[in-house]
């Protein structure tokens, strides 16, 4: 009867959106995580100039308004990735659990075996270092911009300066901070002509960190 036929429109006025597919609905940050994923994608296949919304939106399955909602344009999308590559960057060991240098032996070594990694990483996606001295690049006229890939790179210094503690009794905070931040810079560098070799990257690094042993 009627009472049948309003339950029946109740039950499919409350189903949730996505219940007819048989797909759970992603949260707000499982959607911006496939979005950046099918981006880098993109990225390492295209370059930067392959890097389109309409792209990005089609490899996620979703359409050209769903991903604007999440992240607001080809600009702020950069920046997330940049964000990402930084991140990524500033975790690469050998190991999830590998132990802080207890000198600086040691310390020179896990730089180096950093180092390593990240140009195996180069090497792999050469479309994520273009990437990044793209936004780089932009930072200097987009204060915005500029305040989220800082913050990135900070993340990313960090990890370098723990890797450098032990050179901390003979050097202060500011002057270790410095070299591992002149590290980054070598990296980034080198990311603008990754085809250059990587015997004068490692070459630098190690030049900076005979510096430390003059302390």
């Not at 496939?34 to 990005?56: E, F, K, Q, T, Y």
């Not at 080809?74 to 964000?83: D, I, S």
């Not at 310390?107 to 195996?120: F, G, K, Q, S």
């Amino acid at each position: 009867g009627r009472s049948s036929r309003r339950s029946e429109q109740g039950t499919r006025m409350t189903r949730p959106p996505d219940a007819a597919s048989g797909r759970r609905r992603l949260s707000p940050e499982e959607a911006r995580s496939n979005i950046l994923a099918a981006a880098a994608g993109l990225v390492s296949r295209r370059g930067l100039d392959g890097l389109r919304i309409r792209d990005v939106a089609k490899a996620c399955g979703i359409n050209h308004a769903t991903l604007l909602h999440h992240i607001a344009g080809r600009e702020a999308l950069l920046v997330a990735l940049a964000q990402e590559v930084v991140g990524s960057l500033a975790h690469l060991t050998r190991g999830a659990a590998q132990a802080p240098p207890r000198n600086r032996v040691e310390a020179r070594a896990a730089v180096m075996d950093h180092l390593e990694l990240v140009i195996a990483r180069m090497s792999d996606h050469p479309g994520q270092f273009e990437l990044l001295t793209e936004v780089f690049a932009r930072a200097s006229r987009d204060p915005a911009a500029g305040a989220l890939a800082a913050a990135a790179e900070r993340e990313w210094i960090a990890h370098l300066r723990d890797l450098l503690a032990p050179f901390a009794s003979a050097h202060d905070p500011e002057h270790i901070g410095r070299i591992a931040a002149a590290i980054t810079l070598l990296v980034r560098g080198h990311g603008l002509s990754p085809s250059a070799a990587t015997d004068t990257l490692r070459a630098s690094v190690k030049a900076l960190l005979r510096s430390l042993d003059r302390g």
